[in-house]
């Protein structure tokens, strides 16, 4: 057997092998399925910002994604896709025009790779308003509890315009204001916190006003990969009272709540607000929003409204989200990706099959 680092292989026990001939190495199905003789690496193309890559890609990751017989190559985004590779998953957080039409023609003309995701579903949450569209379609309720979306306004332009705007939809105060478009910059996530009618003058639109519901400070991030979900616990802005509400005026801005600082994992909270949300329930929700957002890698910001035990909102969903931070997300990360891998190759044996 001739050894050339292009043809290099991984197998399931962690061994280097090497295959030369052109049809052994078309497929990387042996991997994951026992029954086919074709041995190849598994090959994931990512195209992420740098600091996505050095949150992510860490060497834990790699070492353990190496282990399984899958190898992160990096997609230089100023050579033509069909050239590289050949990868079996391109994974990517991009929407810009000219990359959208990059992968539809990838897509196209290489119909055996999963792109994670489809840009357009990714664009779905850049705006949000229509990023919890979803939720408050779905109504979802049962025995657990019930999952809505705060209510919630759009105001595009005219600040002037907001206080009867706001009268007009029954929108109680205090309000969130959020930039309507979620696309990743820091301005995108500096939110307000508008006490009184006056201040809603001084707010910037385009956004999103929504009812800020107390939930005892404390949020729940919910992390979907495929079919697995991980739940942390964040710290989050502290309820306002109606004490409060009737002494405070004015705008309140901050520049970036619940981040990865805020983790409330280790604390020592109240129970009742630290009780995560019902497994049961949490996997419905994951379910019916990885078919209704038709994505499979983002996370869920979703609070328990103080006072109840059941009653739960959705305030904020995003794509790939900090992964780096989510328990075990090396383990969790790889076996998904081997369980795309696995389900290409089961469609590939029906196909042949017929
Ligand atoms: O920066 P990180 O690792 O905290 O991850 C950010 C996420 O934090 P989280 O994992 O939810 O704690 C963050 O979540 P939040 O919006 O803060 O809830 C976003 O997903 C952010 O992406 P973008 O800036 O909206 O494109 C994520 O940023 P990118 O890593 O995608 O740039
Ligand atoms: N409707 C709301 N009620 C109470 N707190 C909220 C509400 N919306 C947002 N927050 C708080 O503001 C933080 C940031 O809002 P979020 O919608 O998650 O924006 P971002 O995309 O910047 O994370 C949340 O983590 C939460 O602490
Ligand atoms: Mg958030
Ligand atoms: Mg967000």
């Keep these: 057997m001739k050894l050339t680092d292009d043809n290099e292989e991984v197998t399931m026990n962690g061994t280097r092998e090497v295959e030369t001939a052109e049809e052994e190495i078309s497929s990387p199905c042996s991997l994951v399925i026992e029954a086919f003789p074709v041995k190849r690496s598994i090959i994931v193309g990512y195209a992420l910002t740098s600091k996505k890559i050095k949150s992510f890609l860490q060497p834990k990751l790699e070492g353990l994604a190496r282990n399984k017989g899958i190898l992160f190559v990096a997609i230089d985004q100023n ?78 332009r005219d600040a002037s315009s907001i ?43 385009p956004l999103v006003l929504q009812e800020f519901v107390n939930h005892g400070g404390v949020l729940f991030k919910v992390y979907i990969v495929g079919e697995a979900i991980r739940v942390v616990r964040r710290f989050s802005l502290p309820d306002v009272s109606r004490r409060e509400l009737s002494e405070a005026a004015g705008v309140f801005r901050f520049p970036r709540v619940s981040c990865a600082a805020a983790s409330a994992d280790d604390a020592d909270l109240d ?44 305030i904020d969903i995003n794509y790939f989200p900090g992964y780096g931070k989510m328990p075990e997300y090396e383990h969790v990360f790889t076996d998904f990706l081997l369980s795309v891998v696995q389900s290409q190759c089961k469609k590939r044996a029906l196909v042949d099959q017929y």
């Design 79 to 156: 050579r033509p896709l069909s050239e590289q590779g050949p990868f079996d998953i391109v994974l990517h957080k991009q929407i810009g025009k000219e990359w959208r039409r990059i992968l539809e023609e990838f897509r196209l003309a290489h119909p055996d790779v999963t792109v994670l995701d489809p840009p357009d579903a990714i664009l779905h949450l850049r705006n949000r308003q229509s990023m919890l569209q979803c939720v408050a379609d779905m109504n979802l309720s049962d025995s657990y509890g019930r999952v809505g979306v705060p209510k919630q306004l759009v105001i595009k």
């Design 271 to 314: 129970p009742n607000i630290a009780e995560l949300p019902p497994r049961p329930l949490l996997e419905r929700l994951a379910k019916e929003l990885r078919r209704g957002l038709g994505l499979r890698l983002f996370n869920l910001d979703i609070i328990r409204e103080h006072g109840t035990r059941d009653r739960f909102y959705v």
């Design 163 to 205: 206080p009867e705007a706001v009268n007009k939809a029954g929108l109680r105060l205090p309000l969130v204001a959020k930039p309507l478009v979620a696309d990743g910059s820091a301005k995108s996530h500096e939110l307000s916190l508008a006490y009184d009618q006056h201040a809603l003058l001084k707010l910037e639109p």
